[in-house]
């Protein structure tokens, strides 16, 4: 007894010293991450991009892996973007409508704030107006998340080197011209989408909406796919030539929130297509640059999206099925994350979104 009893113990030391290398691999492999978060966007809505797919594989499908995060703020256990999007970005529960700060309004860094720190590009491209709730959970500390002169001003100061979204207006409105001021940082300021494909540099900053950017059926075609693209090429070539750690960007796919607030079934599809098309840009640069990882996850779940039967005979062949909400704003179920590439095995099962944030941090080196 006692021998099988040392067997056991012997079996389990070894399986955890297994894994603990493993987790040290992992942190020691992982020089890029590639953020996506679907804004809104529950496993209802991976559900009807597979099933308007005719069951075709999607990327979702591809994974690497897979886990589940819970998603309540510090004070309401049914977030906003806001602090959603906090923990995402710093691994800290804060209160509705608070960005980048704790619930005392004590500021927290965010894996892009350190990862710049020790010596890592960043980038960030998005749907929606650059000051948006999400991406400034990336760069900015705000008490009340409508505060875009506040971050306005954190956005200057926390020199990510790529951004593309909208917010034109924003930088423009206030008693300072934050459009001249990032000019005179060295940025190099694109006011025109047209200029997206040829542009350079190791700071690009691209405002090409005057608020968001269109919705998808409006005209907005393969923006988001495109501003994926020209931010991985930036971001590798900055690293290439002035030596960088590796590379932070987030990319969001905005609208699919905005379409669900309005119970917009074919509108919601259109942007969950976008949101792919953009994925699949990020998945094909994973596959060919090892020590990459790509997350793609959630904020949060709006509208309480369902996928229903629209018969209570389930002997019939087929029932067909309807897209129902059941609420206006946003539901406190867990949401998906999919992993790809280098360090996918690292993150597995229930968690909460700052832990996600956390493990990240840590695969990259940044954790404090």
């Given at each position: 007894?006692?021998?099988?009893l040392?067997?056991?113990?012997?079996?389990c030391?070894?399986?955890?010293?297994a894994d603990?290398?493993?987790?040290q691999e992992?942190?020691?492999e992982?020089?890029n991450i590639?953020?996506m978060?679907?804004?809104?966007?529950?496993?209802?809505?991976?559900?009807?991009?597979?099933?308007?797919?005719?069951?075709?594989?999607?990327?979702?499908d591809e994974?690497?892996?897979?886990?589940l995060i819970?998603?309540y703020?510090?004070n309401?256990?049914?977030t906003?973007?806001?602090?959603?999007?906090?923990?995402?970005a710093?691994?800290f529960?804060?209160?509705?409508?608070m960005?980048?700060?704790?619930?005392?309004s004590?500021?927290?860094?965010?894996?892009m704030?350190k990862?710049h720190?020790?010596?890592f590009?960043?980038?960030?491209a998005?749907?929606?107006?650059?000051?948006?709730?999400t991406?400034?959970?990336?760069?900015?500390h705000l008490m009340?998340?409508d505060?875009k002169?506040?971050?306005?001003e954190?956005?200057?100061?926390?020199?990510?080197?790529?951004a593309f979204?909208?917010?034109?207006?924003y930088?423009e409105?206030?008693?300072?011209?934050?459009?001249?001021?990032?000019?005179?940082a060295?940025y190099?300021v694109l006011?025109d989408?047209?200029?997206l494909?040829?542009a350079?540099g190791?700071?690009?900053?691209?405002?090409?909406?005057?608020?968001?950017?269109?919705k998808?059926?409006?005209?907005r075609?393969?923006?988001?796919?495109?501003?994926?693209a020209?931010a991985?090429?930036?971001?590798?070539?900055?690293v290439?030539k002035?030596?960088?750690?590796?590379?932070?960007?987030m990319?969001?796919?905005s609208k699919?929130?905005?379409?669900?607030?309005?119970?917009?079934?074919?509108?919601?599809?259109?942007?969950?297509r976008?949101?792919?098309?953009?994925?699949k840009?990020?998945?094909?640069y994973?596959d060919?640059n090892?020590?990459?990882?790509l997350v793609v996850t959630?904020d949060?779940e709006?509208?309480g999206t369902?996928v229903?039967?629209?018969?209570s005979?389930f002997r019939?062949?087929?029932?067909?099925?309807?897209?129902?909400y059941?609420?206006?704003g946003?539901?406190?179920?867990m949401?998906p994350?999919?992993?790809?590439g280098?360090?996918?095995?690292?993150?597995?099962?229930?968690?909460?979104?700052?832990?996600?944030?956390w493990?990240?941090?840590e695969?990259?080196?940044?954790k404090?």
């Open positions: 007894m006692r021998k099988i040392l067997l056991v113990s012997l079996c030391v070894a399986c955890c010293s603990n290398v493993a987790s992992s942190q020691r992982v020089k590639i953020y978060i679907g804004d809104g966007m529950g496993l209802a809505h991976v559900s009807m991009l597979q099933i308007e797919g005719g069951y075709e594989p999607t990327v979702f994974a690497d892996n897979v886990a819970t998603t703020s510090a309401n256990r049914v906003d973007s806001a602090a959603a999007g906090t923990a995402l710093t691994g529960k804060t209160n509705n409508s960005v980048g700060v704790t619930p005392d004590v500021a927290v860094r965010s894996i704030e990862a720190d020790k010596g590009a960043t980038g960030i998005v749907t929606c107006y650059l000051q948006h709730a991406p400034a959970a990336f760069y900015a009340d998340r505060d002169k506040k971050a306005n954190d956005f200057v100061a926390s020199g990510v080197d790529v979204g909208g917010g034109r207006v930088f409105r206030f008693d300072k011209d934050y459009v001249q001021t990032l000019t005179n060295g190099n006011l989408e047209a200029q494909a040829s350079e190791d700071k690009v900053v691209g405002l090409f909406a005057d608020r968001s950017m269109n998808i059926l409006e005209g075609g393969d923006y988001l796919a495109n501003a994926t020209k991985l090429e930036l971001l590798d070539k900055n290439e002035n030596s960088r750690e590796g590379f932070v960007l990319v969001e796919g699919i929130d905005f379409r669900t607030h309005d119970h917009e079934t074919v509108a919601i599809l259109a942007e969950m976008d949101f792919e098309k953009a994925i840009v990020a998945k094909e994973v060919n090892p020590g990459t990882l959630a949060h709006t509208a369902t229903v039967s629209n018969e005979d019939l062949s087929e029932s067909g099925i309807e897209y129902k059941s609420t206006l946003h539901s406190g179920v949401v994350v999919y992993l790809y280098t360090g996918a095995e690292a993150i597995n099962g229930v968690m909460d979104n700052t832990e996600l944030s493990r990240l941090q695969l990259i080196g940044v404090e």
